[in-house]
């Protein structure tokens, strides 16, 4: 069992310790290691001075590990090109390539409202890890159906491929030791085309995925300041740190003696509203009684706690079933100010497309 030790620095003190770097990976803590990191944290951080001096230290040590540090404050709108556009019924979704940096490009699918009036909300969709490539990532029924409700209640959506998943070929595999920084930049070009749009309000960006898909929501709302609603579905735990190197590969979670976890990542999200989606059956299987007590203290701190909210599932899986979007539909409409049409949630009027028909093809 490792030794726990819990260390908070003054952001002064603490950039003299990031060469000193490990990566906290998988199942780095036990459960009570890591429920015992928050109480530790609740200890030390009474106001919300010394919380917004600690998230400042953990945002920094976000973009140190992830070598995001210098990624510039004035980034030109990024390019796009178009391939298959699918009318549907009441939206329509375009097979689309955002350019990330020069050369390298995010691939994934654009869903717009058809017969609505802008401006409109946009909602960013990570996905998660899967194997199978007949039924992963953006191709997946759950992803779909979740955007094309999204879109119907009046969002503009972007279900996008993560580093080595469907055309996202810029790197060989998703096991490369980038993929943190990389799938992070990828996200943040995406709120900067999304903010570009004149047909999109750039005070309603949101983000949601489940998994990994989770972990990059939370990331992405740490260091983001743009989105302002987040849904992080069945990730947020405060023992388990992500397997993926997409998650922990690069030292977001410890440099030197300064320690922290992805409930606390999470937290960053405050004063903005947040809801956690958990379940009984992986690692958030405890949200209800640690992970969301003690997010909902650091949202108190701002005087906003009903501003976050958990929705428990103890018989659910590790999945964003109906039951977990219904949760995330409800939350986003009040938030974002989206239309609430109950027949929206029933889903049956959604068409599958095919893998093919999806793929990005200019």
């Excluded at 015992?36 to 919300?48: E, G, N, P």
């Excluded at 209640?153 to 030791?177: I, L, S």
């Excluded at 659910?316 to 539909?329: E, P, S």
Aim: aromatic share 10%; with cysteine.
């Amino acid at each position: 069992m490792k030794k726990l030790i819990l260390t908070f620095l003054p952001l002064f003190l603490f950039c003299s310790f990031v060469t000193a770097q490990e990566l906290c990976v998988g199942n780095y803590w036990t459960e009570a290691q890591g429920k015992a990191h928050l109480d530790s944290v609740l200890s030390q951080v009474k106001s919300k001075a010394q919380w917004q001096l600690r998230a400042k230290a953990i945002r920094h040590q976000i973009l140190a590990g992830t070598g995001l540090v210098d990624m510039p404050n004035k980034r030109p709108v990024p390019k796009i090109k178009t391939g298959k556009v699918h009318e549907l019924d009441g939206y329509r979704v375009t097979n689309m390539a955002i350019e990330s940096m020069p050369g390298s490009w995010i691939t994934g699918n654009l869903y717009e409202p058809i017969g609505q009036k802008g401006p409109f909300a946009a909602v960013l969709c990570p996905h998660g890890h899967w194997s199978n490539p007949a039924d992963y990532g953006r191709y997946r029924p759950d992803m779909q159906k979740r955007c094309a409700v999204l879109c119907r209640m009046g969002a503009v959506v972007f279900a996008y491929d993560m580093v080595g998943y469907g055309d996202n070929k810029q790197t060989a595999k998703h096991e490369d030791p980038l993929a943190l920084q990389i799938q992070t930049r990828n996200s943040i070009r995406i709120v900067d085309y999304l903010v570009s749009r004149k047909d999109v309000d750039r005070k309603r960006i949101a983000v949601t995925g489940a998994s990994g898909g989770g972990t990059q929501s939370f990331i992405l709302t740490a260091v983001d300041d743009r989105i302002a609603v987040s849904v992080p579905c069945v990730q947020v735990s405060a023992h388990f740190f992500g397997g993926c190197v997409c998650e922990s590969g690069m030292p977001i979670h410890k440099s030197g003696a300064f320690q922290t976890n992805n409930v606390e990542i999470a937290a960053l999200a405050a004063p903005r509203p947040m809801l956690l989606i958990s379940d009984g059956a992986d690692w958030t299987k405890n949200t209800p009684v640690v992970e969301y007590p003690f997010i909902q203290k650091i949202y108190k701190l701002y005087g906003v706690e009903n501003q976050v909210e958990n929705a428990h599932f103890a018989a659910g899986q590790h999945d964003y079933g109906f039951n977990k979007r219904l949760a995330a539909y409800i939350f986003l409409a009040k938030h974002l100010r989206l239309n609430t049409d109950p027949m929206l949630t029933g889903e049956t009027w959604i068409k599958i497309l095919t893998t093919d028909e999806l793929k990005f093809t200019p």
